[in-house]
């Protein structure tokens, strides 16, 4: 039986394909054709804000447009996150798009329990795939 995995895709220009993107497609069709079950996040084509302090991360709420995305996450088994690197690091789209996902209460226990005993996205597997 094969798998639930999500492919997330992290580049920020969704105006055009860029080589990110024709990787997650041949990731993508070997992951299916393995008999795995694919799902896809385009960062670039979410709206969210870009949190701004330590305060908004604990308490805010997640933005109604990364719902689906935070639940496509609670079902994979597997993520791979396809991203260029930019600047020695991932775009700031990605990484404001991670910081908000991986509340507190969803990727781990509260905010006042030691993330390194309560995380509750334990048991998944991920890849990286950066160009």
Not at 27 to 35: E, K, P, R
Not at 75 to 81: D, G, I, K, R, T
Not at 85 to 101: I, N, R, S
């Amino acid at each position: 039986m094969g798998k639930r995995v999500l492919l997330i895709q992290g580049h920020p220009d969704a105006s055009r394909a860029h080589f990110c993107h024709a990787l997650a497609d041949a990731y993508a069709v070997g992951a299916s054709s393995g008999g795995h079950e694919v799902r896809r996040t385009p960062v670039a084509q979410l709206t969210f804000p870009l949190l701004r302090s330590q305060d908004e991360w604990e308490h805010s709420p997640l933005p109604e447009g990364l719902r689906e995305s935070q639940a496509d996450i609670a079902w994979a088994e597997h993520l791979v996150l396809f991203f260029p690197l930019w600047l020695g690091d991932m775009p700031a789209l990605l990484k404001g798009f991670l910081e908000q996902v991986a509340r507190p209460e969803f990727a781990f226990g509260g905010v006042r329990e030691n993330p390194f005993t309560h995380k509750k996205l334990a048991g998944r597997s991920a890849r990286v795939v950066v160009t």
